[in-house]
């Protein structure tokens, strides 16, 4: 036979392996959102994922179109059955919980995204707001319905794909897709190395993995007999997938070709699950971890709301605790039985399984509830008036950041818009005044007003950029924007231009510093004076909420919980590599802090987890001068 004849005419047989890959896809995913280190590439699960929902959903529509039932208005009577129900009260419980803890901005930014994720275009918000690697995903519960948005988009135009080209070029319907296929794997692997944010939550840029699915379900590739051959393929594509979760890390650039190994690895398994059993077959057939596997969709849509709660409101322990984690995981699966149980079953099969009309009410009044209520949230900013003045008071001020403040999209550089350069005043040297250049990300575009107002003698040049290591040796998959920024100030400015001092500033990680060592000898090296500032105090929630939630609870104690207590260790580390060096080394945690780690108050204010407002960057500034002396 021709195009889609060649796949499954006949109705879909169970296949138990499938429903063990999906565990083996939701399952580092939750260890990602826990916690980073034990699975680093954990989030590859969701493009586990989109190949086995591109190779059922098309198995599907393959056997509908061969035996001439195929109805598009069924195909998405089912798709409404199977992600509604779970969707739309994992939204409501999310907006109530909002609704009682978030801050007024907050519950409007969650409002917006609530109405995106209940309208399936929550890819597209987040695209345009935000990223999934940004730092802030803690203070969005709703990020995940990314990937749902993503499928959704696909549904609304692979059924008519797959119909017209059986009906009109049959022949040559699995060509085309392949053609397809390539095309948006091409875009993909350019878009993550220079549209990164665009690339990730685009839905052409994830259409080939969906459709790799359904290639496999087209009979596109042929399925083997042979035992051993399909022990091959399976195990092979096992670990392709554990070797992503544990091998590849946010700061590559995903998806693309990072992302054809766990596409690859699932299409492996699905493809040798086809002609029989196997090992990989049989394990992932277990109970338990075909259990798992049912309840993949409620514990994906229920683990992060309860992560992003639970992260930063310490229902169930401190910041970053082995209970607080363990925690996570067991109350995440416990809701997601339950959700799959009372909520994803009933709707499926049963005696309360509602008709295709009551159906398309429910979801309509549903879907319109959800809307209203986060519309209405959105049009009065965040309803202020849960909190009482004086919470407001307190809180008021920290929280925004003026652009102007930092010089953003002119001296500092950050997505979206990252296709602009440094604004010519960034780095023009005044020859009447002693010139001090701050490189690095954020942290050090923050004390750009600080600085420039209380040592107002010095002109401050300024190249920063979001995400963005000052270093000489940049790190696999870090953002172009970053790596033209800091090559050109380094290489060109730096060589060209006599500056009086350089302070390198950024969020550093343990991982960085041997890049950092590199960067100080090249310094050195090149005669360039440089002064080294260390990392600021880092909270898993920002400051704002976490004093009303002390205050509420009146536990002072609860910032203390939520500061990573690693910093102290970073500072130390990073002290004594530029005083091995001789360096001058500034450290901003025990400006910040009389004590390590932090006193119950968190000094100066933080409009975030970690960066600086207005005033606490004038107050640091201030400290820097009093205990390390006038820098002009």
Known sequence: MNGIARGLASKPRFRPDIEG?????????????????????????????????????????????????????????????????????????????????????ELTDLSRSTMAAALSVSNIYFWMTSGYFSGDELSKPLLHTWSLAVEEQFYLVWPLFLFAGRRYFNRWLIPLTWVIASISFVVAAVGAFYFANQTFFAPYTRLWELAAGGLLAMGAVPETSRAWLRNVLAAAGFALIAGSVFFIHATMPFPGLLALPPVAGAGLIILAGRGGESLVYRGLALKPIAFIGAISYSLYLWHWPINTFQRNYAFMGGYDSWLSKVLICVVSIAVAALSWRFIEQPFRQGRFKPTNRTLLKLAAGATACIVGMAGLATARNGLPSRFSTAELDTVQHLIRVSDSSWRSHRCFLFEPRVDIKLAPECLTLDKDRKNILLLGDSHAAQLWMGFSTVFDRVNWLQATASDCLPTIVHRIGERITCTEVMDDVMRNFLARNHVDHVFLIARWKTSSLENVAATLDWMKANHIPVTLIGPTALYDAPIPRLVISAMRSSDPSLLRKHMDPSMVDLDAQMKKLASDRAIPYISILQLQCTSAPCPEGPWPELSDQEHFNALGARIIAEKIRETYGPIA
């Open 21 to 105: 890959l999906r565990a083996v896809a939701v399952l580092p995913v939750l260890a990602y959102h826990v916690s980073p280190s034990m699975a680093p590439g954990g989030f590859v699960g969701v493009d586990v994922f989109f190949v086995i929902s591109g190779y059922l959903i098309s198995q599907l529509l393959c056997a509908d179109i061969e035996q001439n039932r195929f109805s598009i208005v069924g195909f998405y009577e089912r798709r409404i059955r199977r992600i509604f129900p779970a969707l739309m009260a994992m939204l409501a419980v999310t907006f109530i919980l909002a609704w009682r803890y978030c801050l007024p901005a």
